[in-house]
């Protein structure tokens, strides 16, 4: 889907809701499932809201967006992490599983939401472009920017959901060594991103969700 054509203020119009939804819900989620778990952290710091406002990080939430769209690029994003106090849930090992697989499912239902969006604009078509074109537009962002961020933290690396999500699953013993690895996390992220590899690595599963999403609405 192109998007060279709209202006600078169009890629806002069209970016700016499917990012601020893809990174609080995603946040919401982690808190939401943790609070079912046993642990109101951020139930109590009011951070079970869809209030973006809440969830808002001035490097993450305003600089990085900012800077890529002017760039030209398409609007990348994160939140303030919801606080999670693994000793409040029923089983921490096990439950911290579940707190970390919330954000990336949350992902794929929006993913799936903004598809049944732009099938609606497709389906409006021509007759009504003034609501169509938005809703395609916006609808192919919502696609993209939720399977990236699903697929992201789907990554085996700590802080990501996908490391606490391997954290939970190995033998006690090897799940201490690799939490003691986190540190590290994010400055291996820093090369896989400096060294280009990180469009290899999620492209082809990006890719295959969102081929998939369009087969299923028939886009």
């Given at each position: ?38 642990d109101n952290t951020a ?90 074109m938005p809703l395609i ?57 400096a060294m280009g590899w ?22």
């Open positions: 889907m192109p998007m060279d054509e709209l202006t600078l203020v169009g890629r806002i119009a069209v970016w700016v809701l499917p990012v601020i939804f893809a990174i609080t819900v995603h946040e919401v989620a982690h808190g939401w499932m943790a609070s079912k778990l046993g139930k109590n710091l009011g951070r079970l809201t869809l209030n973006p406002i809440s969830h808002m990080d001035l490097i993450g939430t305003v600089i990085v967006p900012a800077v890529l769209l002017f760039l030209g690029g398409f609007m990348f994003g994160w939140a303030k992490p919801v606080p999670v106090n693994w000793n409040n849930l029923k089983n921490p090992k096990r439950d911290m599983v579940y707190v970390a697989i919330a954000g990336p499912l949350a992902n794929l239902l929006m993913a799936f939401a903004w598809g049944g969006l732009m099938k609606i604009g497709f389906m409006l078509g021509s007759s009504n472009e003034f609501v169509s537009y916006m609808g192919y962002a919502g696609i993209f920017i939720n399977s990236v961020l699903m697929m992201l933290n789907l990554l085996p690396l700590l802080p990501l959901d996908g490391g606490r999500v391997l954290a939970g699953l190995l033998p006690n013993k090897l799940s201490y060594k690799f939490t003691k690895l986190e540190r590290l996390g994010f400055p291996i992220l820093v090369v896989i991103i990180l469009s290899k690595i999620l492209g082809p599963p990006v890719y295959f969700l969102q081929t998939s999403i369009f087969k299923i609405f028939g886009i």
